[in-house]
């Protein structure tokens, strides 16, 4: 199993651009997420999904989109890239939604906005 | 908002010695988990307490859970540098919504050889 993967693992863009990160996960998981993280902060939960088809906002869900169209990928979609997006941005899967599951994370993407 | 807050922000102790992290939080949970991650990678999955368990052991590591005070401590005991890594703590919220993990802003642990 090649557990979470994500790509690329560095971009950067200019101000306005918009991009995809990409995650995919091979281990039948229903849920999945995506996060930030910022220097001396921790992660805060961006978009999450309970399945296939159902996605919800997290807590900082503003300039990003997401879908879900099968179990595997959870793409996140960066709209119009602003400098305050400049982060690294983690992707987590856990077998169900149910809180206490393991959650398990990608490496990351570094993405820098200039 | 952040839920865990965790203390202190950095240690820095010798191989060997024990090491303590706190995390205090805010509102009422379900469980809260721990996690660690080394500089430049993906966090992982050290540990889980339930609301209704006080203490849990794992290997070296040990948690402990206080509800009445919101707060609780791992202890990773007879430290190595191979333990050196930032350490979170992760609420799932009562009443929150589903699945979703509230992290802290973590501990940043030196292990010198």
């Known amino acids: 199993n090649a557990g979470v993967t994500q790509t690329p693992k560095f971009q950067v863009l200019k101000t306005g651009q918009s991009m995809t990160l990409q995650c995919a996960q091979d281990m039948n998981h229903e849920y999945m997420s995506w996060y930030r993280q910022d220097p001396g902060m921790g992660l805060r939960l961006i978009h999450y999904s309970v399945g296939a088809g159902i996605t919800d906002q997290g807590e900082v869900p503003n300039g990003y989109n997401v879908s879900r169209s099968t179990t595997e990928d959870f793409p996140l979609r960066l709209l119009s890239a602003a400098p305050s997006q400049t982060s690294v941005y983690f992707c987590a899967s856990s077998y169900s939604w149910f809180g206490a599951d393991t959650q398990y994370f990608g490496p990351g993407t570094r993405l820098t906005v200039l | 908002s952040q839920q865990g807050e965790e203390d202190p922000q950095a240690l820095s102790i010798q191989e060997g010695e024990n090491a303590t992290m706190n995390c205090s939080y805010k509102t009422s949970i379900n469980n809260l988990q721990w996690y660690r991650q080394n500089s430049g990678r993906g966090l992982v999955h050290l540990i889980l307490?339930?609301?209704?368990?006080r203490e849990k052991h794992s290997g070296r590591l040990r948690v402990t859970l206080d509800t009445s005070k919101k707060s609780s401590s791992l202890l990773i005991t007879a430290s190595r540098a191979a333990d050196t890594a930032s350490y979170f703590c992760a609420t799932e919220q009562r009443g929150g919504s589903q699945g979703n993990l509230i992290f802290g802003k973590g501990t940043k642990l030196s292990v010198k050889p």
């Open positions: 307490i339930r609301s209704n368990e």
